[in-house]
T-cell receptor, first 111, second 114 residues
Framework: KQEVTQIPAALSVPEGENLVLNCSFT??????LQWFRQDPGKGLTSLLL?????REQTSGRLNASLDKSSGRSTLYIAASQPGDSATYLC??????????FGTGTQLKVEL | NAGVTQTPKFQVLKTGQSMTLQCAQD?????MYWYRQDPGMGLRLIYY???????DKGEVPNGYNVSRLNKREFSLRLESAAPSQTSVYFC?????????????FGPGTRLTVL
C-alpha cells in the first residue's frame, strides 16, 4: 500500500526566505506526482505536476523536483511572501489513476 | 467554464438521516472521484468512476454509495449518516489517457453529523 509522508508538518518562516518542503513515498511505481495548495476552508489548487519520467517542474517562484528511485520530491519556494501561507499537499498517482495524499505541511510566512 | 462544482457547500445532519452530495464537471473529463478530508488523515479516496457507467471502491467506501449519472455528474450518497462521517468531502475529475492525468478539485462540502 502506497504511503506518502510530508515533513515538516508545520513551518514558520520570515518573509523573503527561500524554503523547501519535503515529500516521500513508499512505492516508486507512480504515474505522476502533484503538489497542491489548500487555503483554510477552501478546496485544493494544483500547483505543479511532475510526470514519472521528469525530474522537475517550475512555475514562477515554485520548483518541484522528483527522484522516483528514492521515493522523494521537494517543493522549493523562492522569496516567500505572506500570501504563500497555506497548507501544501503532495499526492502521487498510482494504479487506476488514484491519488494517495500526504497529510500536508502548514506554512506560515510572517512579515 | 466552472471546472468542478459541488453542492451543497455546508450541511448538518442528524444521525440516521440520508443525503446526496452532488458533483458536476464541465471539462469533458472521463474520470471522477470522491475524497474525504479529516484532520491528521489527509485526503482519502471513497469511490471513483474511471468512465461513464463504471464505479469502483476506494480506500474508505463503507457507508457510502455513488452514482455516475452521466459523463458530467457523479453523486455521493449517505444512506444513514453517522458521526464518523463528519468530514469535508471533495469531488475531483481528470482525463485518463491525457498526457498529464491531472486531477482538478471542487470547493468541497463541509458535512457535520450530530
Amino acid at each position: 500500500k502506497q504511503e506518502v509522508t510530508q515533513i515538516p508538518a508545520a513551518l514558520s518562516v520570515p518573509e523573503g526566505e527561500n524554503l523547501v518542503l519535503n515529500c516521500s513515498f513508499t512505492d516508486s511505481a507512480i504515474y505522476n506526482l502533484q503538489w497542491f495548495r489548500q487555503d483554510p476552508g477552501k478546496g485544493l489548487t494544483s500547483l505543479l505536476l511532475i510526470q514519472s519520467s521528469q525530474r522537475e517542474q517550475t512555475s514562477g517562484r515554485l520548483n518541484a523536483s522528483l527522484d522516483k528511485s528514492s521515493g522523494r520530491s521537494t517543493l522549493y519556494i523562492a522569496a516567500s511572501q505572506p500570501g504563500d501561507s497555506a497548507t501544501y499537499l503532495c499526492a502521487v498517482t498510482g494504479g487506476g489513476n488514484k491519488l494517495t495524499f500526504g497529510t500536508g505541511t502548514q506554512l506560515k510566512v510572517e512579515l | 467554464n466552472a471546472g468542478v462544482t459541488q453542492t451543497p457547500k455546508f450541511q448538518v445532519l442528524k444521525t440516521g438521516q440520508s443525503m446526496t452530495l452532488q458533483c458536476a464537471q464541465d471539462m469533458n473529463h472521463n474520470s471522477m472521484y470522491w475524497y474525504r478530508q479529516d484532520p491528521g488523515m489527509g485526503l482519502r479516496l471513497i469511490y471513483y468512476s474511471a468512465s461513464e457507467g463504471t464505479t469502483d471502491k476506494g480506500e474508505v467506501p463503507n457507508g457510502y454509495n455513488v452514482s455516475r449519472l452521466n459523463k458530467r455528474e457523479f453523486s455521493l450518497r449517505l444512506e444513514s449518516a453517522a458521526p464518523s462521517q463528519t468530514s469535508v468531502y471533495f469531488c475531483a475529475s481528470s482525463l485518463i489517457g491525457s498526457s498529464y492525468n491531472e486531477q482538478f478539485f471542487g470547493p468541497g462540502t463541509r458535512l457535520t453529523v450530530l
